[in-house]
Nanobody, 119 residues
Framework: QVQLQESGPGLVKPSQTLSLTCTVS??????????WSWIRQPPGKGLEWIGY???????YYSPSLKSRTAISRDTSKNQFTLQLSSVTPEDTAVYYC???????????WGKGTLVTVSS
């Protein structure tokens, strides 16, 4: 059973960088053929896909967030990390990490963590 757990600060100041880590257990983030994604849901709104890091280490980001997003990984810890720079209050959301099999949908999700952007 694959499990994902998000961790990181719950409060970030405007213009700073939001940084979250997803720790994966029950499966390796380098196993073919999975993508490891970040998704968010602002209060009262729908889900927004942010980007992923693939089993190979390659990354792909949402065009609307690409200029501010970086996803990296630490294979020794079986973790992957989201960094979102120059945040504004509009980046306030519940942030989720999830696994996606290539060519299929998300099959495992973390519980999500609320990040509030406020001074």
């Amino acid at each position: 059973q694959v499990q994902l757990q998000e961790s990181g600060p719950g409060l970030v100041k405007p213009s700073q960088t939001l940084s979250l880590t997803c720790t994966v257990s029950g499966g390796s983030i380098t196993t073919n053929y999975y993508y490891w994604s970040w998704i968010r849901q602002p209060p009262g709104k729908g889900l927004e896909w942010i980007g992923y890091i693939a089993y190979s280490g390659s990354t792909y980001y949402s065009p609307s967030l690409k200029s501010r997003t970086a996803i990296s990984r630490d294979t020794s810890k079986n973790q992957f990390t989201l960094q979102l720079s120059s945040v504004t209050p509009e980046d306030t959301a519940v942030y989720y990490c999830a696994r996606q099999e290539v060519g299929d949908g998300m099959d495992y999700w973390g519980k999500g963590t609320l990040v509030t952007v406020s001074s």
